[in-house]
Each structure stands twice: as structure tokens, then as C-alpha cells.
């Protein structure tokens, strides 16, 4: 007797596409401790390449354990900024900043939103880098 069981299952699998997950968050856990992070690990910066900007390794806190993330090399963004990562001390210990873009340039909202109200039937480039950006 075990058709009413597997039934059920192929129902359950057909019918799970209709239920979402839930959000994630788009903002970093803020994580502040009160010991402060090993020092830094000597790492060699490599020389300035074009279009790209350099990220330093940084001690992430990983599941109550500090973890080396090693450096690397992100994409230039027009009109934004690479906010390095590391370490800040703050009145209650240390608190973990994410590295990460920041918008320095009203226009790059501006264009955002023109892009958007545009429909001059202009065909959309193909951009391969697009998921990494």
C-alpha cells in the first residue's frame, strides 16, 4: 500500500513551486565583538590593473570562528565607490564592516531611472559580466 504515500508526495512536489520563500535580506548582519580580530595577515597588493579595484583580505567572523578572506580583485563601477573591508572599533568592542559599492554620483540614479522610462525599442546589450556585478 504504498501508492497513497507516493500520491501524496507528487502532489506535495507539484504544489511547492507555489509557495515562496521567504525574503532575504539584502543588508549584511551587523556582527560587533568585544575582543578585538587577529591582526591582518601580510598580503601582497598587486599593481593597479585597469577597470579593476583591488579588495584586501579581511578576518571574517564565520560561525564564532574568525576565517581569512583572502583579497580580490572586484570590477570598477562607474560613478561608485569600493568601500573596503575590515574591522571598526566602536563604543561597545569591534564591529565588522562589509566591503562593498557605494553610489557617489546622483547621476548614476539619474540614469537608472531614464533607462527605465525609456521604450525607444533599443535593443538591450548583452553584458557577460552582468551576475558578477
Do not use: C
Not at 507539484?14 to 549584511?28: A, D, H, Q, T
Not at 580580490?72 to 569591534?94: N, S, T
Amino acid at each position: 500500500m504504498k501508492h497513497p504515500l507516493s500520491i501524496a508526495a507528487i502532489i506535495a512536489g507539484r504544489f511547492s513551486n507555489f509557495i515562496s520563500s521567504p525574503p532575504k535580506e539584502s543588508e549584511e548582519i551587523n556582527v560587533i565583538l568585544k575582543n578585538a580580530p587577529p591582526p591582518s595577515k601580510d598580503e601582497i597588493t598587486p599593481s593597479p590593473r585597469a577597470g579593476m579595484v583591488w579588495s584586501p583580505g579581511f578576518w571574517n567572523y564565520v560561525g564564532g570562528w574568525y576565517v581569512w578572506e583572502a583579497g580580490h580583485w572586484e570590477l570598477d563601477r562607474q560613478d561608485q565607490q569600493y568601500q573596503k573591508p575590515g574591522w571598526q572599533k566602536v563604543i561597545h568592542g569591534w564591529k565588522l564592516q562589509h566591503g562593498g559599492w557605494r553610489v557617489t554620483s546622483v547621476n548614476f540614479i539619474k540614469s537608472g531611472l531614464t533607462v527605465k522610462g525609456q521604450d525607444d525599442g533599443v535593443e538591450a546589450r548583452y553584458d557577460p559580466l552582468a551576475a558578477f556585478r
